[in-house]
């Protein structure tokens, strides 16, 4: 198969942590408003696919991130890695601002101050070590392509859509482009909170509805939020089980911990008071609806805004098309 991309990069070596990758800064690769000339826009963030890679080369990695996740499917109470992936991908790719096109999965900074320390970010560098061999693989894979990749991996791998996804993120391996604190959302928010912080990454209502719903996986850990429990039972198997639960009856959990909501019924589930924003502002509440009823709805609409996400803020070039990964299942079944 031919080359994703004609255009060559010298991607630089990607490295686990910020100490490591601050000694290879002199082989950063930037693609800031100069390059490109006065007025061509700001922040302008191109993406370059390594000489020669193809298709193949990304499945391959896809392959291993599957396989090591299947190799770990009784971690956190059997909820495994997908999770913790998919709010990997989440939060390097949520700095993103759409005003001033900054931000984003891009440069992959999450591992630089302030965002390594952004207490919204706390917990998301397990999802970091747990590809590090990967990375050590493949070290012409940019932190943001293997990021990205990685939340695609986790939604496909447990039962949910196809994720399009394109390579040729660049790292920055200076820290200068690290994104400001504070563009994380908080658990604690209310419907216009949620509303703000969506629209700053360029996002509709029904869109934040939808990539919400990535709540049904994974949990909420004390020691990592202050908040406890997972959503319902289905943490390791991507359905619309967030929005039809939602639809149920809640109550504020008694506890010392922050403020959280459990379910009515068995007591043994929770929701964020950002979770309940869903169900409380009635704009988003007809999206819940409509994807409680209807999960290809969902599975739909969360394709096409998590594929955004993880997009924001970069052009690709016209040969570098969407990819879409096929799952070790299919793969299995076609041999
Ligand atoms: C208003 C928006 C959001 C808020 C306030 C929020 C907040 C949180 C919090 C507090 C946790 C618990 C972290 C922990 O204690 O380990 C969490 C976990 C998680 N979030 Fe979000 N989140 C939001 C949106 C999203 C989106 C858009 C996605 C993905 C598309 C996502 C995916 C996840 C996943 C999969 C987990 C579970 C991780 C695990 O099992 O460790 N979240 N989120």
Known sequence: ??????????????????????????????????????????????????????????????????TKISQHLDYDHGDGYFGQLVRNAWHASATYAVADNSGGSYYGTMIFEPEEFDFQNKGTAIARSFLSSIQVQNPWLSRGDLWTLAGVAGVQECNGPKIKWRPGRLDDNTGTKAAPAGRIPDGEGDARYVRDFFARMGFNDRETVALIGAHVLGRCHTHISGYDGPWGDDSNNFTNDFFERLMGNWHLKNW????????????????????????????????????????????????????????????????????????????????
């Open 256 to 335: 010392e911990g922050r403020k959280q909501y459990e379910d009515d019924e068995t007591n043994l589930y929770m929701m964020l008071p950002s979770d309940m924003a869903l169900k409380e502002d009635s704009n988003f509440f007809k999206y819940v609806q409509e994807y409680a009823k209807d999960v290809d709805l969902w599975f739909k609409d969360f394709a096409a805004a998590y594929s955004k996400l993880l997009e924001r803020g970069i052009e690709f070039p016209e040969d570098n098309k969407p990819l879409e990964f096929k799952t070790l299942h299919e793969q299995a079944e076609s041999t």
């Open 1 to 66: 198969m031919s080359s994703i991309a004609s255009s060559a990069v010298n991607t630089p070596n990607p490295t686990a942590n910020s100490s490591e990758a601050k000694r290879h800064n002199s082989t950063t690769a930037t693609t800031d408003n100069a390059a490109f000339g006065a007025g061509a826009g700001i922040n302008i963030k191109r993406a370059k696919v390594p000489e020669g890679k193809t298709f193949e080369d990304y499945q391959r990695v896809y392959n291993e991130i599957a």
